[in-house]
């Protein structure tokens, strides 16, 4: 058997025009980042069967690539629904593009195996059953090995042995009742990265402060602003000029899953239980990452990282030797000052928080678990030691009025936001067996089992509130305008007040 892992041409998400076209359907980052999961498939199956990576999502990679393989038989499509990894838990909000490609595989290798892994096909994994043979709901990593292998053999009256699977059984489907785990991180192959082109893919969440210059020489910009600067985080990790390039940035993890279930969080058929690597074991890695890829940059896609404050102390102190740069996702609750400190001499340069809302009152309604006390300490400890802080917001969740807007307009202002990564606010996506998903089945807003992924940007930061699209369109533009247009003149605030208009309405 020839396995073929596939991620898909979502190359149209970063198209600027029209405007509305790429918040609507996918409210993640759109640049090609490493498909990690198929990275670690790779890493599970390379040394046991021919095993290769074709990624549609970089900008040099024809989809007509996949032609060249009709000359090779017995072949087995793994493709996933969602851009990468990190990026699971918020989706594109359509199934068009994984779609017609098992459509194209079906076409042209007509005796193929087609298996669909992701966070599409985890929830309703009947909508890709008419073109692909199988689809695996949950973490895939071990539950492909065990397909594959069943699939070599022969042993067709054994797939429903596969934890996550779903196929074809006669004229009705077979859908397994659990999702796939990993329930031990330590057991999970080093990732494939000798598989991909490193330098063709973006180094994601670079601070503005950060001197890319002297520390990442090969980055070349994706885009320039009006001043022809680097717009801060879009970059690619190619080849700048002539020679090698011995630096690149690279997406890592070193634990998975949240314990906490914020009503809109997309994670209750995968990466849900919180676990972590064994400290040595990401060291051993992360060391191999910069001594044989040259890799100078890490991000860690880890949902809460620091979650565990012993385990976080131990690999700060493994990392100092390693003089790596990196960056990280978590809550404002997961540290404490000094650990801030302790991580900024290991080298991390910027984190990601979920703020949500400014608003102790939605935080509580939304399960978030997070008091308002402490998160400027928390800002003002990660800035005095140079890490730069990005903050991100929902707007128009459950209970959502306009003096909820105000309050969190006012906390924000308390904040050192100026110093801080605005990532600025959004709608909350009702994803599917999500609780903000359950509360807009009750009130009629979404269809119940005859719901599709398209729909659902039309009733986001409409759920558990009065306010209209149109309503909380307005309010996220101007929240997001006032708290970005401080950054430019009088002709740049211009230009982004027209650019809110036609993105927002």
Not at 292 to 297: K, L, P
Not at 308 to 331: F, G, H, I, N
């Amino acid at each position: 058997m020839n396995i073929v892992l596939v991620n898909g041409d979502w190359r149209y998400l970063r198209r600027k025009w029209p405007p509305r076209a790429k918040e609507r359907y996918f409210p993640g980052n759109s640049e090609p980042l490493i498909p990690l999961e198929l990275a670690y498939i790779g890493g599970i199956l390379k040394d046991r069967y021919p095993v290769q990576i074709i990624d549609l999502n970089l900008p040099e990679t024809s989809p007509l690539k996949v032609t060249y393989l009709k000359d090779q038989q017995d072949l087995i499509f793994i493709l996933t629904t969602a851009p990468n990894y990190l990026f699971w838990r918020c989706p594109p909000l359509s199934i068009k593009t994984p779609l017609n490609l098992c459509g194209e595989f079906r076409r042209l290798f007509p005796g193929s195996k087609i298996v669909v892994i992701g966070p599409h096909g985890s929830v309703r994994p009947t909508d890709f059953l008419k073109e692909a043979d199988f689809v695996l709901m949950g973490e895939p990593e071990f539950a492909v090995l065990k397909l594959v292998e069943m699939l070599c053999n022969k042993r067709k009256n054994a797939f429903s042995e596969v934890d996550g699977i779903a196929f074809h059984e006669g004229n009705k489907f077979f859908i397994s009742n659990r999702s796939a785990v990993v329930e031990n991180l330590d057991g999970l192959p080093f990732p494939a990265y000798q598989m991909f082109h490193l330098q063709s893919y973006s180094a994601h969440n670079l601070p503005p402060g950060f001197n890319y210059t002297q520390a990442n020489p090969c980055l070349l910009p994706l885009s320039t602003t009006s001043r022809g600067k680097p717009r801060p985080g879009t970059y690619w990790g190619r080849h700048a000029g002539t020679g090698a390039c011995n630096y690149l940035s690279v997406l890592y993890e070193a634990s998975r899953g949240c314990p906490f279930n914020c009503i809109f969080c997309f994670k209750n058929r995968f990466r849900n239980a919180f676990r972590v690597k064994n400290v040595d074991k990401v060291i051993r890695e992360l060391k191999v990452l910069k001594e044989e890829f040259g890799v100078s940059h890490i991000y860690f896609i880890d949902e809460t990282f620091g979650l565990r404050t012993e385990w976080t102390y131990d690999l700060c102190a493994k990392m100092v030797p390693l003089s790596l740069k990196w960056s990280c996702q978590s809550r404002f609750d997961a540290f404490t000052p000094n650990l801030i400190t302790k991580m900024a001499e290991a080298g991390c340069i910027s984190i990601e928080f979920g703020l949500e809302s400014g608003s102790q009152q939605i935080l509580e309604k939304t399960a978030k678990k997070l008091v308002r006390e402490g998160i400027q300490q928390i800002l003002e400890a990660c800035i005095q030691v140079g890490i730069t802080p990005s903050i991100f917001l929902l707007l128009g969740l459950p209970g959502e009025t306009k003096g909820t807007v105000e309050e969190a307009r006012v906390f924000m202002e308390r904040l050192p936001v100026r110093k801080c990564r605005f990532s600025g606010a959004a709608f909350p996506i009702p994803y599917p067996e999500t609780s903000l998903w359950r509360v807009g089945i009750e009130e009629g807003k979404i269809k119940g089992d005859s719901w599709c992924w398209e729909d659902l940007p039309d009733v986001a930061g409409t759920i558990g509130n009065s306010f209209t699209r149109r309503e909380i369109s307005k309010i996220v533009r101007d929240f997001n305008y006032s708290f970005r247009s401080h950054r430019h003149n009088l002709l740049g605030r211009l230009v982004l007040k027209t650019k809110f208009i036609l993105k927002y309405g």
